[in-house]
């Protein structure tokens, strides 16, 4: 071979290992973001500063490591599925009662070998229930992470769980500030109960505004079971996070859920009607198809797979099918169906 040929191959070789790195730096990654109410998950183990009686072997539901352990199973099962090929990035979780739930999930599971990590803190919450965040570590990579305690100002010795605030790295090099959140219940009635879930929805709107003063384009993801719908004013006023329009603004929060809950969709099925308890809040810059991470309206969905439901005999249709009917023990799932978004990051 004569070394004008030799020069000319290795120049077209030069050439396509050129034309790789390019479309390379021009792939575009999807993440899948999630969160799932995962409805009592207690371990088996008695922790005398919580009322988590019920959920022991002596407690009225006899909960058992065997039950534990098919809990735990379900819970692995859901994550996998709603990822396919690949493992979820972030995965926000509610209603956990303890760091060794979250242990045995990620390494005793069907997750062991996917590595998640987790972030927790102990809530003061009655019960003990928590929420907590598990992350692909090569995807997300946590700079700051703590829990936002609720304060009621008409009620300071009140206890209620904590909101779990996070920031990490994102491959690109964006920071992504996430919020895992779980708004008081409605026992005791809607009304009743509204103005402790417009309070928790204006602590994580202040942390919210705190954001957007450092950086008007920063990459907010808000999280959880909200026990209130798109269209309560915990969430249009006290979160102030509205619905998608043709004008998209940076310093601004977007709810993903609330056409799918306008369109008669949702998580929770409650007197045969489905809503939207459990949603999903972005903010502007993460709907700006030029970001370098980027979602869309069309990226967001409740994760209704076959196994999650149950025939409804009450209403028809369908529900989810939940560890518990009542006090009857049937190996269920959950009383929520999970939600999740893709993001693009390039």
Known sequence: MNQTLKKEIALLSCFFVFLGLQARQHEKLLVRI???????FFDCVDDSTTNDNEFLTTGQRVWNFSK??????????????????????????CEVESERCLLDLTHHSGLKNLR???????????????????????????????????????????RTRDLLFASGILPTG???????????????GEKES??????????????????????????????????????????????????????????????????LHAEGKGSNKHLGEWGALDQIIVSGNLLNPKSTVSTRQEN????????LL???????????????AGMKYQGGFSDHLPVYVDVMIQ
């Not at 999630?34 to 009592?40: A, D, K, L, T």
């Not at 964006?174 to 409605?186: A, E, G, Q």
């Not at 719908?229 to 249009?236: G, I, L, R, V």
């Open 34 to 40: 999630m969160c799932y109410n995962v409805e009592n």
């Open 310 to 324: 149950e025939n409804d005999t009450n209403y028809m249709g369908k529900q989810p099918f939940r560890t518990y």
């Open 194 to 259: 509204e103005g402790k879930r417009r309070f928790v929805a204006s602590v994580v709107r202040a942390r919210v505004d705190s954001l957007f003063a450092a950086n008007a384009k920063a990459n907010i993801v808000i999280m959880g079971d909200f026990n209130d719908y798109p269209t309560n004013a915990s969430m249009s006023e006290g979160l102030q996070a509205q619905p998608l329009s043709d004008s998209i603004a940076t310093g601004k929060l977007y709810n993903l859920m609330y056409k």
């Open 68 to 93: 534990y352990e098919k809990k735990q199973a379900n819970i692995a099962k859901v994550i996998t599925a709603i990822g396919g090929w690949d493992a979820p990035a972030l995965v926000g979780l």
């Open 116 to 158: 998640y990590k987790y972030l927790h803190h102990e809530s003061p919450d009655p019960r003990g229930i928590d929420v907590a965040l598990l992350y692909q570590p090569q995807l997300f990579k946590p700079i700051h992470d703590e829990a936002i305690r609720i304060r009621y100002p008409e009620s300071p010795g009140s």
């Open 300 to 307: 967001a969905h409740f994760f209704d797979a076959d196994f």
């Open 174 to 188: 964006d920071t992504l500030h996430v919020f895992i959140c779980h708004f008081p219940s409605r026992l005791g």
